[in-house]
């Protein structure tokens, strides 16, 4: 079970709005709408922001939405904001028997 | 609030083993699945173990199969993970995860501890 392909790197100015692609097949993302997002800033643990492919738990705000097509699922930032800047990483459950969840490669968002 | 707490990190020889400890609170803990998530150093995110809530289902990645060992004991809320035959590659910071919700749903994970740094090296 191979990591899950996303940008190494996605950038935007503030107000704009960026996408972030994450590629699996359909033994992961295409399979099961159990797609989540995690961003980790700086030195700090990972955070929900979304799951099920588009469900925000409570807290987080609705500049984040996520959707999926396919074996490819995407998070959308909008209204890009300074404290958006940091790593995000997909993750979803997969049919594997012994491997039930696979993470993204990671995007590094930059706020220009 | 949930709270996990993440301990038993350290410096080892390849080949040694450690046993890390993660303590929760603020949920009902016997009701949710855990798993552990590593991340090496400027790398990213690996799924590692996961435990169902009873305890009674264990996974493992491949990277880890045979020689972690994943439980929890839901009378003192924590959760273990038994690392022996450790190598150079297992260097990262482990965090705890609890699920979303009860299985079957919400498979991700919504709390995540600060982690704890295992390093293998001679």
């Known amino acids: 079970q191979s990591a899950l392909t996303q940008p190494a790197s996605v950038s935007g100015s503030p107000g704009q709005s960026i996408t972030i692609s994450c590629t699996g097949t359909?033994?992961?993302?295409?399979?099961?709408?159990?797609v989540s997002w995690y961003q980790q800033q700086l030195g700090k643990a990972p955070k929900l922001m979304i799951y099920d492919v588009s469900i925000r738990p409570s807290g987080v705000s609705n500049r984040f939405s996520g959707s999926k097509s396919g074996n490819t699922a995407s998070l959308t930032i909008s209204g890009l904001q300074a404290e958006d800047e940091a790593d995000y990483y997909c993750?979803?459950?997969?049919?594997?028997?012994?491997?039930?969840?696979?993470f993204g490669t990671g995007t590094k968002v930059t706020v220009l | 609030e949930v709270h996990l707490l993440e301990s038993g990190g350290g410096l080892v020889q390849p080949g040694g083993s450690l046993r890390l400890s993660c303590a929760a609170s603020?949920?009902?803990?016997?009701?949710?699945?855990m798993s552990w998530v590593r991340q090496a150093p400027g790398k990213g995110l690996e799924w590692v173990s996961g435990i169902s809530g009873s305890g009674g289902i264990t996974y493992y990645a491949d990277s880890v199969k045979g020689r972690f060992s994943v439980s929890r004991d839901n009378s003192k809320n924590t959760l273990y993970l038994q690392m022996n035959s450790l190598r150079a590659e297992d260097t990262a910071l482990y965090y705890c995860?609890?699920?979303?919700?009860?299985?079957?749903?919400?498979?991700?994970?919504?709390?995540w501890g600060q982690g704890t740094l295992v390093t293998v090296s001679s």
């Open positions: 603020g949920f009902t803990f016997s009701t949710y699945a």
């Open positions: 993750s979803s459950y997969t049919s594997s028997t012994t491997l039930p969840y696979v």
């Open positions: 995860a609890k699920r979303v919700a009860p299985a079957p749903n919400g498979r991700a994970f919504d709390s």
């Open positions: 359909s033994s992961d993302v295409g399979g099961y709408n159990c």
